[in-house]
């Protein structure tokens, strides 16, 4: 379709090769009148008359031989002019307090036009379900549903759901998000989304829809479910339910090569399970029921097999594998509110304290597209945890603020710095907002969420003074300044981390002349080198104690052969303070296996985005990726881990790069032989900086 157009000079302007205004008066259809009110565009012509001005239907292209020429073709991106003509729906305004809409959908089925009616009502007072459903990436309103003679564009994803779940000759009461909330509003989305909590607990039944069940494979996943579920609950009639008290099957159990675990693979592999908001609107449900194609599962039984399989079944867990997927918010969730069940499958020190810290960490790594909704789609959670936290949703906020403002209330509230537990930083962050304040929006994890540490840092005295968040935004902490960087490796990356990096790591360490202080008088190298290789599991182990004593051991040798020496490596090999013939290590590294996969895909999941240190005083440990050199290593009390610090120009004054994991000195035997680090330099046991000449102090992070 072209638009025919008219140019007529203005201002006394009457050549066109001139550059003065012109007024340009199209001809358009009466539809694309009503829907742009185009009807005068002002311009300025140059001589060239090249120019073009963009319209919002299609182009205006001015040219030296056709003046106007707009296409406006079907081929553009611009709707149907039947769509063009609708109007946006008339949301009436919400009262304050626990008023919200809920969508009467109409019955139907098949291809019958979507129909609906929105209702106004208290929560408290209405019956109704809710939905769960992923938007999508970015969502596209190209569907129809008539809401009130109004006709309503909604997204793909929402339109599917509705035609999933009405009744075929009944209205049925829904919330809806794309539909109840004016999203165009971000004063009524704040509010409405403020309330998201006491809605989800409110109805009668979450329908969580996962989306189209392509290869059918929803009823091997529910035949699945129901037999596992009915072993479970008979296993429950037959024991004392105590710690990790849940019997293990046996390895010729045919249930651990069942060909349904695909399926339930499958099912977990669908978007809506990388969503952050499905989180709670699943774990605040008081039922919940999986809408999977045409299958329907239950969300509780779901959520058991699961817990059976990740912990009873590990090796049919690992081969497919099920820990690439993003589940271990809903498991953490689930157990919160599970937990005499779940305390029959886990052991009582790997059983965690509820926090809404390590709910906001776990998310960091579900897909949310909104940053403010990393704090917002999880407040209502927080009162699982040990300590209230109540942010009011404000769109109008930019993340940054609402992220400090979460960690201000949060320290006010809870009067310790764990917080800083979960602080990691990347270049760019480093100076954007004060550097205590956790960005949830960087999806890597703090150095102190990958060690198991039993014990928070204590003062010598033992008892910790409050944090405070001071009037110029500065958080006042207690602490000792310990050590510095002495060293900084390369960021190491899982894909690229190989035996030769680590290699030129151990060789650029092993140079120093310095005490160690892992050494022993009977014993230095070997000791050395476990040190080293404990270090970079940030004290952590996977598979059987044998198995990685094994495992680390053929690392060990691994690490320390060569194909042709250098002039350097003969030097080095010459030095008391190297391992020079893998023949001299003792039997506490000799042990083999068959491979060393077991110790290096563990080590490459803890060193990740992260650098090997080495420091003044001889500790060697992981830390953030962003730190350098003359870092500063300390201890602020209360956290789980040391940190890394740069100092700033005022004394006392720091950026907080994160935590660092520093192996202490002191080790332990293992029940198979041979010794272990697993000790964090801060620990109970391992307070080796209570015996130097450092001072505590006020400390004041950036």
């Known amino acids: 379709m072209v638009l025919n157009c008219d140019i007529s000079p203005c201002n006394g302007t009457t050549s066109a090769h001139g550059s003065g205004l012109w007024k340009v008066y199209l001809e358009c259809p009466s539809w694309l009148r009503r829907s742009t009110q185009l009807n005068i565009y002002t311009l300025k012509l140059y001589h060239s008359c090249k120019n073009r001005i963009d319209t919002v239907a299609g182009k205006v292209i001015l040219g030296s031989n056709e003046l106007c020429n707009a296409d406006t073709s079907a081929s553009t991106t611009r709707p149907p002019p039947q769509e063009m ?27 019958e036009p979507l129909k609906c009616s929105l209702q106004t009502a208290n929560i408290a007072d209405t019956s109704f379900e809710a939905i769960s459903y992923v938007w999508g990436t970015n969502p596209i309103k190209d569907k129809t549903i008539t809401c009130d ?68 494979q929803g009823p091997a996943v529910h035949s699945l479910l129901q037999d596992m579920d009915a072993m479970i609950r008979e296993t429950f009639q037959t024991i004392d339910v105590t710690w990790d008290s849940f019997p293990y099957p046996d390895e010729e159990d045919s249930i651990l090569l069942d060909p349904r675990w ?4 499958q099912l977990l592999a669908q978007d809506w399970f990388d969503r952050g908001w499905v989180v709670q609107e699943a774990a605040l449900a008081t039922q919940a029921q999986v809408i999977w194609g045409n299958t329907v599962l239950d969300w509780d039984i779901m959520m058991r097999v699961y817990v059976w399989l990740s912990t ?46 390590r709910t906001l960490n776990c998310a960091k790594e579900l897909d949310l597209k909104d940053p403010r909704d990393r704090i917002y789609a999880f407040m209502d959670l927080s009162q699982w945890s040990e300590h209230h936290i109540r942010i009011n949703p404000n769109y109008f906020k930019p993340h940054l603020e609402t992220y400090q403002e979460f960690a201000s209330q949060y320290i006010h509230v809870s009067k310790d710095a764990r917080l800083l537990d979960y602080v990691v930083h990347d270049n760019e962050s480093l100076s954007q907002s004060p550097s205590w304040v956790p960005r949830w929006d960087i999806p890597t994890w703090s150095v102190s969420q990958s060690c198991e540490v039993t014990s928070r840092a204590q003062p010598r005295s033992g008892n910790v003074d409050y944090p405070k968040v001071l009037e110029d935004g500065l958080l006042k902490v207690r602490g000792v300044v310990i050590d510095t960087v ?70 060990a040798r691994q690490l320390l052969e060569r194909n042709t020496p250098t002039q350097e490596h003969q030097m080095a090999c010459d030095s008391a303070t190297h391992i020079a ?64 610090l740069r100092r700033a120009d005022r004394e006392h004054h720091y950026t907080f790069l ?45």
């Not at 003509?85 to 109409?106: A, C, H, I, K």
């Not at 009524?188 to 109805?203: C, F, P, S």
């Open 85 to 111: 003509s609708q109007n946006v729906y008339p949301y009436e305004p919400l009262t304050s307090g626990d008023v919200f809409r809920y969508v009467v959908l109409q019955p139907g089925s098949g291809h």
């Open 658 to 702: 994160g935590a660092t994991f520093l192996v202490g000195r002191k080790s332990y035997d293992t029940d198979v032989g041979g010794i272990i680090f697993c000790n964090v330099l801060s620990e109970e046991d391992s307070k080796d900086w209570v015996e130097w000449d450092v001072e505590e102090q006020d400390i004041y992070l950036c």
């Open 486 to 555: 002495r060293y900084a490796s390369e960021v190491l990356e899982w894909d690229t981390t190989s035996v030769d990096t680590l290699r030129d790591i151990w060789d650029q360490i092993s140079s120093y002349q310095m005490t160690w202080p892992y050494d022993t008088l009977e014993d230095s190298s070997s000791r050395r080198i476990i040190a080293f290789l404990d270090s970079l599991t940030a004290g952590t182990f996977d598979g059987t104690a044998l198995d990685w004593r094994k495992s680390r051991g053929t690392f």
């Open 149 to 216: 003679t109004h006709l309503m564009t909604i997204t793909s994803s929402l339109s599917n759901v509705l035609r999933r779940v009405r009744h075929p000759f009944e209205p049925r009461s829904l919330w809806a998000d794309g539909i109840s909330i004016n999203q165009a509003n971000l004063q009524e989305k704040g509010h409405q989304v403020g309330l998201m909590g006491k809605i989800y607990r409110a109805t009668s039944c979450t329908l969580v829809y996962i989306g189209a069940d392509n290869d059918a």
């Open 262 to 265: 695909n399926a339930f693979y």
């Open 312 to 357: 009873r079944a590990t090796r049919t867990y690992q081969s497919l594998p099920f820990a690439e997927y993003r589940i271990n918010s809903h498991l953490d969730l689930y157990l919160e509110t599970h937990q005499q069940f779940g305390k029959a499958f886990y052991d009582e020190l790997s059983w965690g304290t509820p926090s809404i810290l």
């Open 581 to 644: 013939d893998v023949q001299d290590l003792p039997d506490m590294v000799s042990d083999v296996a068959e491979d060393t996969d077991l110790y290096f895909d563990h080590m490459r999941s803890r060193t990740d985005k992260r650098k090997f240190i080495l420091t003044a005083r001889g500790y060697m440990g992981l830390a953030p990726g962003t730190v350098s050199n003359y870092d500063a290593c300390g201890i602020v009390f209360g956290c789980k881990t040391p940190c890394i």
